[in-house]
C-alpha cells in the first residue's frame, strides 16, 4: 500500500467503503495469524514513574495518586494464576519505575521461568541497555514498548526529558531487537497535536521496524494531566479524533501492511466502548487480548487514564467475558505462547547459523 492509499483510508468515512477495509484486514488476520485469540494476563506490577509525560495519570507530578509496587511473591502468586487460566503468556507492565531494580527483576524472571511454561513479556518503560540484556539473559522473551508517535517534535512535547537523558524510543526497540526481543510497539490515536499525516508515518514506522506486535489505542484525556486539562498549545488543524473508528482503521492498517504481526484489541478501546470494543477489534485485525490479572487492592491505582474498562472484574470474570466474546464470534483460545511467526524464523535462521 503506498502512502497516497494510506492517507485515503485514514480519511475516509464512506461506511461501505470503511466496510471492505474491516472486510480484507480481517481475511488477511485470518490467512497468516489464523482464528486462535491469544491471551496475555497483564500484571501491573509498580504505578511508581518518574517521567513526567503529558498524557498519562501516573506522571509523578501526580500527587494525588497513591503509589503502589509489587512484592516478589505476589508477582509470582499471580503469574502462576495466569498459567492456570491456561494463558501462554504473562505481561509484567509499570511506570518507568527505578525502585523496581535490574536484580529484582531478573530475580522476578527467573523465578517465573523456572515456575511455569510462561513466555514473559516485560513492559518497564525506557530501561538501561544494561538492564534490558540482563533481563533477556533472565529469560524475559518480550519487550513492550510503544513510540505514541513518530512526529519527533510531538513526541518531545509530550514527553519531557529527565536531566541528562535522552529519549528515542526508536532507537531502544532497534537494541532490543538486537538483543533477540520479541519486540513490540505502537501509538496512541488521536494525541492533541496529532495529524493524518503523522499516523501514516506511524504506520510506515511499524513496518520499517518490523515489529512483532503491535498495540494501538485512543488517547483517552486524564484530568489530573496537562493534555487532559486542554493544554491549547497542542491545536492543529488536521487533528486525529480519539475514537473508535480511528483506532480500528489503524489497526486494520497495521494487520494489511504487517501480515504477521500480534495485534491485540487493547483496553483503552474497550474503555472507549465498553460493550463492543474487544469484538470491533478482533474483527478489525486484531488477533490478542490481554485480560488483567493485577490484584483488585491495586488495579485502581494503576490510573494511566479514567474508567478503565475491567476495573473493578476480578481474574476470574474478566477472563470470563473475554472467553464468552472470542467463543461468540466464532474464534478459538490459543494455545502455547503465541510467538510471532516472524520471530520463530528469526530463531531457526540464527540457529542454523550457528
Ligand atoms: N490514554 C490512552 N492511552 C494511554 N497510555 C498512557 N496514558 C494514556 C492515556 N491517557 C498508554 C500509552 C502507554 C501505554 C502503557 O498506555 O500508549 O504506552
Partial sequence: MNRDELLQWLA???????????????AVRRQYVGDEVHLRGLLEISSHCVRHCLYCGLRAPNRDLPRYRMNKDEILACARQAADFGYGTVVLQSGEDPGLTNDFVADVIRRIKSDTPLA????????????????????????????ETSNARLYAAIHPSLPGRRSDRIALLRQLRELEYEIGGGVMIGIPGQTFEDLADDIEWFARLDLDMIGVGPFIPHPATPLGQGAGRFRVCN?????EEMTCKVM????????????????????LDRRNGMELGLTRGGNVVMPNLTPAVYRSRYDIYPEKANIQE?????????????IRLGRRIGQGRGDSASYLRRRSAASWKA
Avoid: K, M
Avoid at 475516509?12 to 480481517?26: F, K, Y
Avoid at 540482563?134 to 510503544?146: F, K, Q, V
Fill in 239 to 243: 487533528q486525529v479524533p480519539n475514537n
Fill in 314 to 326: 476480578a481474574a476470574p470474570e474478566c477472563l470470563g467475558s473475554v472467553e464468552h466474546g472470542i
Fill in 252 to 271: 486494520a492498517l497495521a494487520r494489511l501492511i504487517c501480515p504477521e504481526a500480534n495485534i491485540p484489541a487493547t483496553t483503552a478501546l474497550a474503555t
Fill in 120 to 147: 514473559v513479556t516485560l513492559s518497564l518503560g525506557e530501561r538501561s541497555e544494561q538492564e534490558l540484556a540482563a533481563w533477556r539473559a533472565a529469560g524475559a522473551d518480550r519487550y513492550l514498548l510503544r513510540f
Fill in 12 to 26: 475516509e468515512t464512506n461506511p461501505e467503503r470503511l466496510g471492505s477495509l474491516w472486510a480484507q484486514a480481517d
